[in-house]
């Protein structure tokens, strides 16, 4: 699976549309937090982001609990002197407490129920020195119906079931404030096309230093 991992998403024409607009937008947030952060990105996967991350960072700590995407993580990043790649968990994370500048958290959260996201989140704000950007599913009324239409579209021509996996900006914001941190910025992949957000963070006094969303 994680051979194949990058080829079934995001090597078709849609997939590099949508990582086009996930790594313009990561661009936008790297630009917010300041010149040369350590980042530590979880989990790293086949280091799909670890490129864009790269460019803006003093170094990236890429850590994921899969040794397997691990591997081709570090066969795209080889050669890249500031990539230290770790095997840890989420939920425990093999870092000390104030440790990075910032955590990034991409493509995993809307798999996450509630209590586990609020759990992932308390553990990023303890090793985050400032900053902390979770890509979430956003709901709103449009949302909901194009993805009632997508259903549709699965369940009838691909004979499966789609599942939710997007909150709402409420909840988010709770999720956020329980681990103790405050929402300073929302960057939307597409606000049309997807459901997709990238939410930073800061803890405080963290906020003030990046300046109003």
Known sequence: ?????????????????????QTRVLA????????????????????????IL?????????????????AQARRRMLGHERVRFIRGDAKNLPLKGESVDAVFCIRFAMHLTTAERREILREFARVSRAFVVVEY???SRW?????????????????RHTYPKSVA????LDEVRSACMDVIGWY???RILSES???????????ALAGKP
């Open 143 to 159: 949302h909901e119906v194009r993805r009632f239409l997508r259903h549709l579209v699965f369940l009838v021509f691909a004979r």
């Open 28 to 51: 936008k947030v790297l630009g917010r937090i300041g010149p040369r952060p350590q980042i530590v990105d979880i989990p790293c996967g086949t280091g799909r982001m670890l490129p």
């Open 169 to 172: 900006r409420g909840e988010i």
């Open 137 to 139: 599913g956003c709901n």
């Open 188 to 190: 939307w992949t597409h």
């Open 1 to 21: 699976m994680a051979r194949c991992y990058d080829a079934e998403r995001f090597q078709r024409p849609l997939g590099r549309f949508y990582h086009w607009l």
């Open 54 to 70: 790269t460019q803006y960072a003093c170094s990236v700590t890429a850590l994921d609990v899969s040794e397997a995407m691990m």
């Open 197 to 207: 957000v990238f939410v930073l963070m800061a803890k405080p006094p963290a906020g």
